[in-house]
């Protein structure tokens, strides 16, 4: 076995060590968190060691592990792909579980243990599912991590999550019925479940048309994007912070790794609509999803509608790489993919960062209700920061993370608006500006979001009495706003190594060369070509220093010289003495966006699938009342009642007197000779 696979089968053992150890440990509950939390740190940095020669050098590396079914074997697949997913979900599966250490000590007694399996079987489970290579187990371990997942949202186990698992449940599985109907009809052309043989498929536009809808659907729905993206906003603020994080920084993405699977690596892009239908399902869930965050106060809510945002960031990549594979435009499917895959590295880490440092706001006032914060910065500083740095992060502001991987989605649309097809001269700019549209209604929410949550005075006594998190969960949100710096800073060094997996999986599809695509030259960033743009994120980080630093010095220098202030004391408002209910509240702030776009707002009754599952199953249970009693009327209970009379006229046959029942032995000896004889 190569030394690649045997580290990441030790990290799933790792895992599963890990979940079983909490269990184990039920009745002593703290040391069940802190066996879960270490089993998943060091598990996380044996995947992230795993994946790192396959990431920086390329190899690829295959094996099969004996499987028990005679039909199907289990192959394991480990290319440049594969690795950046893993690298992704092991990164932020050690941060999380390092936050865990102190957060899950609010669950003592509420499943604290349960928690711990479910985490750690949730994350190997994403881990094995990333370099499974045939359909049947693939389907196993999506259900798998599913289920898992499932658990973690009901872990509060009142009735608003209760019924957001219960919603989650059967959108998840719809999905999954639509991915297991994609594979099978892939089955029936090769006759194998392993993705080798789905790779060398030659199946008509027509079936493979039909096989690329039931993925987008199926996998879209896991993905959270519009219309299938229900389950997500009532999932994700049930769910615990430290899981919340998990599934919408990693979990969604899978989704995303199953378009991009089906789509390109099994079945190619071959066909030009394939990649307009998944840039326009991303442009719609891209705007609507930041319209609709704005209108939210629950902070993880809000949080969620943002995953639905950058979901459909992703998504838009996505289609522009499917659109250049079909035009056999190299330049443009590799810098499509590469805004993608940058973009869903860097949400990971923004939105984990993001949901973390709602976690700990939530650990201290126990409410996620934005109205009843406020002033937080003075109270919990750290983690106003880091909050602050990944507002920043996924309001695309450089020089974090978010802006470049928005660029390169940028400079891919743009050179989408080169094609030589007249309807994608007229889709790219559209899309540059519903992405436009986008980036600045989100720098519009977190405005909002940290104006109102730290800034301003407390707006209950909980905030008032707001503290610092314990240390553990500090760590864990400083180490991811640092790699939101870092992957914006160094974006020189990321995107080379992202812009690899992007040539590695489309060069099999490809008749021109992919070698000359250049997409940096020392610190500066190139989408592809050095006449469309360059960019240098060290020369911006550089500049952005100085402007925050010299008026520092300006200060220091003049500072002597200023006149005293004249007045302190309590803010003057036009006559009437400060008070609290005078500040902007997080309802007033979007009230004019709410009125602007008030048909768009009604439209989430329409596109919120949940309900209307909920509402299916609500009316099918109803049916099924109603006919359950007419079945036992019907044809049970007359079934009963023949038995019952059948039993009262056999029983004249009881006489009590063993001779007569004598007689029957004889009667019936005689009868089976007469038969026989005949």
């Given amino acids: 076995m190569p030394s690649s696979f045997s580290l990441l089968l030790l990290s799933i053992v790792i895992y599963g060590l890990g979940a079983l150890a909490s269990l184990?440990?039920?009745?002593?509950?703290?040391?069940?968190?802190?066996?879960?939390?270490?089993?998943?740190?060091?598990?996380?940095?044996?995947?992230?060691?795993?994946?790192?020669?396959?990431?920086?050098?390329?190899?690829?590396?295959?094996?099969?592990?004996?499987?028990?079914?005679?039909?199907?074997?289990?192959?394991?697949?480990?290319?440049?792909?594969?690795?950046?997913?893993?690298?992704?979900?092991?990164?932020?599966?050690?941060?999380?579980?390092?936050?865990?250490?102190?957060?899950?000590?609010?669950?003592?007694?509420?499943?604290?243990?349960?928690?711990?399996?479910?985490?750690?079987?949730?994350?190997?489970?994403?881990?094995?599912?990333?370099?499974?290579?045939?359909?049947?187990?693939?389907?196993?371990?999506?259900?798998?991590?599913?289920?898992?997942?499932?658990?973690?949202?009901?872990?509060?186990?009142?009735?608003?999550a209760i019924k957001a698992g219960f919603?989650?449940?059967?959108?998840?599985?719809?999905?999954?019925?639509?991915?297991?109907?994609?594979?099978?009809?892939?089955?029936?052309?090769?006759?194998?479940?392993?993705?080798?043989?789905?790779?060398?498929?030659?199946?008509?536009?027509?079936?493979?048309s039909i096989v690329f809808l039931l993925a987008f659907f199926g996998f879209g729905a896991k993905a959270g994007m519009m219309p299938l993206h229900g389950w997500l906003l009532k999932a994700h603020p049930a769910a615990p912070s430290h899981a919340s994080a998990l599934m919408s920084g990693v979990m969604v993405k899978i989704g995303v790794f199953g378009i991009i699977k089906v789509g390109i690596d099994l079945l190619g892009a071959t066909q030009l609509w394939w990649g307009i239908v998944v840039l326009a399902f991303g442009s719609i869930s891209a705007v609507l999803g930041v319209l609709y965050a704005l209108a939210e106060h629950?902070?993880?809510?809000?949080?969620?509608?943002?995953?639905?945002?950058?979901?459909?960031?992703?998504?838009?990549?996505?289609?522009?790489?499917?659109?250049?594979?079909?035009?056999?435009?190299?330049?443009?499917a590799v810098l499509g993919l590469l805004g993608a895959l940058y973009h869903l590295l860097n949400h990971a880490i923004f939105k984990g960062l993001l949901f973390l440092g709602a976690g700990a706001v939530i650990y201290r006032i126990h409410t996620k209700d934005m109205e009843k914060m406020g002033g937080?910065?003075?109270?919990?500083?750290?983690?106003?920061?880091?909050?602050?740095?990944?507002?920043?992060?996924?309001s695309a502001l450089p020089p974090l993370n978010g802006f470049i991987s928005e660029w390169y989605t940028y400079q891919s649309l743009f050179s989408l608006t080169n094609?030589?097809?007249?309807?994608?001269?007229?889709?790219?700019?559209?899309?540059?500006?519903?992405?436009?549209?986008?980036?600045?209604?989100?720098?519009?929410?977190?405005?909002?979001?940290?104006?109102?949550?730290?800034?301003?005075?407390?707006?209950?006594?909980?905030?008032?009495?707001?503290?610092?998190?314990?240390?553990?969960?500090?760590?864990?949100?400083?180490?991811?706003?640092?790699?939101?710096?870092?992957?914006?800073?160094?974006?020189?060094?990321v995107a080379p190594l992202i812009s690899d997996?992007?040539?590695?999986?489309?060069?099999?599809?490809?008749?021109?060369?992919?070698?000359?695509?250049?997409?940096?030259?020392?610190?500066?960033?190139?989408?592809?070509?050095?006449?469309?743009?360059?960019?240098?994120?060290?020369?911006?980080?550089?500049?952005?220093?100085?402007?925050?630093?010299?008026?520092?010095?300006?200060?220091?220098?003049?500072?002597?010289y200023r006149l005293a202030f004249r007045h302190q004391g309590d803010p003057w408002a036009c006559g009437y003495?400060?008070?609290?209910?005078?500040?902007?509240?997080?309802?007033?702030?979007?009230?004019?966006?709410?009125?602007?776009?008030?048909?768009?707002?009604?439209?989430?009754?329409f596109f919120d699938f949940g309900t209307w599952s909920k509402v299916c199953v609500d009316k099918l249970t109803d049916w099924a009342r109603k006919i359950e009693p007419l079945w036992d009327g019907k044809i049970i209970d007359r079934v009963v009642n023949l038995v019952q009379v059948v039993g009262q006229r056999v029983q004249i046959l009881q006489q009590g007197n063993y001779r007569i029942y004598s007689l029957y032995i004889v009667v019936a000896l005689v009868i089976l000779l007469l038969l026989t004889m005949l």
């Fill in 376 to 394: 937080l910065a003075k109270m919990m500083p750290y983690t106003a920061m880091a909050f602050l740095i990944g507002c920043m992060a996924i």
């Fill in 419 to 493: 094609a030589s097809h007249l309807f994608l001269k007229i889709a790219g700019p559209i899309a540059i500006v519903m992405l436009a549209i986008t980036g600045a209604l989100a720098a519009m929410c977190f405005v909002k979001v940290y104006g109102i949550c730290f800034c301003g005075n407390p707006k209950t006594e909980q905030a008032a009495k707001a503290t610092e998190v314990p240390f553990s969960m500090i760590s864990a949100m400083l180490l991811l706003a640092l790699l939101c710096l870092a992957l914006g800073i160094g974006a020189f060094m």
């Fill in 24 to 160: 184990l440990f039920t009745k002593q509950q703290r040391a069940s968190i802190y066996l879960a939390g270490i089993f998943g740190i060091t598990a996380a940095v044996v995947g992230l060691l795993a994946v790192f020669p396959t990431l920086l050098f390329g190899d690829i590396y295959q094996y099969s592990l004996t499987s028990p079914f005679a039909f199907s074997d289990c192959p394991l697949l480990l290319d440049r792909l594969a690795a950046f997913m893993i690298a992704v979900i092991s990164l932020l599966a050690l941060i999380t579980s390092l936050y865990s250490l102190s957060y899950v000590q609010e669950y003592i007694g509420k499943g604290a243990s349960a928690m711990g399996f479910f985490m750690n079987l949730f994350i190997a489970s994403m881990v094995i599912l990333m370099v499974v290579d045939n359909a049947f187990y693939f389907i196993i371990f999506f259900e798998i991590m599913s289920l898992a997942s499932y658990f973690l949202v009901i872990s509060e186990q009142d009735e608003k």
């Fill in 577 to 605: 003495q400060y008070e609290n209910d005078m500040a902007q509240s997080a309802g007033n702030f979007t009230q004019p966006l709410r009125f602007m776009f008030a048909p768009l707002y009604r439209l989430r009754q």
């Fill in 298 to 332: 629950d902070i993880k809510r809000l949080l969620a509608y943002h995953t639905v945002e950058n979901i459909g960031i992703i998504l838009m990549g996505v289609g522009v790489g499917m659109i250049g594979i079909s035009l056999n435009s190299p330049i443009l």
């Fill in 167 to 208: 919603i989650y449940f059967l959108i998840a599985h719809a999905g999954s019925v639509l991915i297991m109907a994609s594979f099978f009809l892939l089955y029936q052309q090769s006759g194998s479940f392993n993705f080798a043989s789905f790779r060398i498929l030659d199946c008509s536009p027509a079936i493979s």
């Fill in 501 to 560: 997996i992007a040539i590695q999986l489309v060069t099999p599809h490809m008749l021109q060369g992919t070698n000359n695509i250049v997409v940096n030259h020392g610190t500066m960033l190139i989408p592809g070509d050095v006449a469309q743009a360059q960019l240098s994120p060290v020369l911006i980080f550089v500049l952005l220093t100085g402007l925050i630093i010299l008026p520092l010095i300006i200060y220091g220098i003049t500072r002597r």
